[in-house]
């Protein structure tokens, strides 16, 4: 089993910047690679970004590139996203994810990853 804690979220000004973490407890960190998602009221669950296990190769979706960074710690047990230049289209609960199958993870495959977390909510504002 892995659980996964995000923290992070909260109320930002457009334009702003939040960093979310999320942590990781439970079977070896580095077996998985690590992505979020997000969803925002009335949308379905979209891929956001995502890092790989072992060479941190990194993937984006369109809207968020050159805005979003992410990044993991292995030896924390952790992966980030670092959000700058936020927009009120980012407003979303943010999930993390962790799957041992890159194609489950940049595909969104949703109802097929291994292990999601409970969500932070993002809020961006005028």
């Known amino acids: 089993q892995v659980q996964l804690v995000e923290s992070g979220g909260g109320l930002v000004q457009d334009g702003g910047s939040l960093r979310l973490s999320c942590a990781a407890s439970?079977?070896?960190?580095?077996?998985?690679?690590m992505g979020w998602f997000r969803q925002a009221p009335g949308k379905e669950r979209e891929f956001v970004a995502a890092?790989?296990?072992?060479?941190?190769?990194?993937l984006y979706t369109d809207s968020v590139k050159g805005r979003f960074t992410i990044s993991r710690d292995n030896a924390k047990n952790t992966v980030y996203l670092q959000m700058n230049s936020l927009k009120l289209e980012d407003t979303a609960v943010y999930y993390c994810a962790a799957d041992r199958t890159w194609s489950t993870m940049v595909r969104g495959r949703t109802n097929a990853m291994d292990y999601w977390g409970k969500g932070t909510l993002v809020t961006v504002s005028s």
């Open positions: 439970g079977r070896i960190f580095s077996s998985y690679h």
């Open positions: 890092i790989t296990r072992s060479d941190g190769s990194t």
